[in-house]
T-cell receptor, first 114, second 113 residues
Framework: DTAVSQTPKYLVTQMGNDKSIKCEQNLGHDTMYWYKQDSKKFLKIMFS???????INETVPNRFSPKSPDKAHLNLHINSLELGDSAVYFC?????????????FGPGTRLTVT | DAKTTQPPSMDCAEGRAANLPCNHSTISGNEYVYWYRQIHSQGPQYIIHGLKNNETNEMASLIITEDRKSSTLILPHATLRDTAVYYC??????????????FGGGTRVLVKP
């Protein structure tokens, strides 16, 4: 069974469109994250939710709006897509276990904006 | 979180041990050393973490120097499937403001037959 899943795996769209990426985890974790990996392969945190509450927002443009309907889901909605939004977006989740906080990542969604 | 320094790349022969160094000279007493790896086109994968004692699990061993200013991740018998970018990350165990991971450039490990 997939622990952290994302849909879609690939997303090609035009500038100005609005799109959503969905993430689900079946690990029972309380915390979920969105990371962005750009063309230079640097991974950066975007958002983190704990029990549906936003706890990290790393100066991401407000065109990006995460939504957490329940603690197993954290979706990412992007308005007015720009060329610079092209990247791979990873969802992750974590739960404290003996203070470890290791994060489990999804397979990624490759977003291409044309 | 403390900054880490890793070599940008290294090669390793299949079946041999791979020793991946990481410098974290500004590490604080309450910061852990975490290792993740990212195989091409996949999400990062947790490997191991430690505070000051050496740690071992089914994937790797982590050796932390006594002064905690550097560490080494050891893959005991590297396979072709271990080819990946390995990230050394240092951070506190828990932050009320959130437990984000800050990834650097990592070490690109190529396991050769």
């Amino acid at each position: 069974d997939t622990a952290v899943s994302q849909t879609p795996k690939y997303l090609v769209t035009q500038m100005g469109n609005d799109k959503s990426i969905k993430c689900e985890q079946n690990l029972g974790h309380d915390t979920m994250y969105w990371y962005k990996q750009d063309s230079k392969k640097f991974l950066k945190i975007m958002f983190s939710y704990n029990n549906k509450e936003l706890i990290i927002n790393e100066t991401v443009p407000n065109r990006f709006s995460p939504k957490s309907p329940d603690k197993a889901h954290l979706n990412l909605h992007i308005n007015s897509l720009e060329l610079g939004d092209s990247a791979v977006y990873f969802c992750a989740s974590s739960q404290e276990y003996r203070g470890a906080y290791e994060q489990y990542f999804g397979p990624g969604t490759r977003l291409t904006v044309t | 979180d403390a900054k880490t320094t890793q070599p940008p790349s290294m090669d390793c022969a299949e079946g041999r041990a791979a020793n991946l160094p990481c410098n974290h000279s500004t590490i604080s007493g309450n910061e852990y050393v975490y290792w993740y790896r990212q195989i091409h086109s996949q999400g990062p994968q947790y490997i191991i973490h430690g505070l000051k004692n050496n740690e071992t699990n089914e994937m790797a061993s982590l050796i932390i120097t006594e002064d905690r200013k550097s560490s080494t991740l050891i893959l005991p018998h590297a396979t072709l499937r271990d080819t990946a970018v390995y990230y050394c990350i240092v951070r506190v165990r828990f932050k009320a403001a959130g437990n984000k991971l800050t990834f650097g450039g990592g070490t690109r490990v190529l396991v050769k037959p």
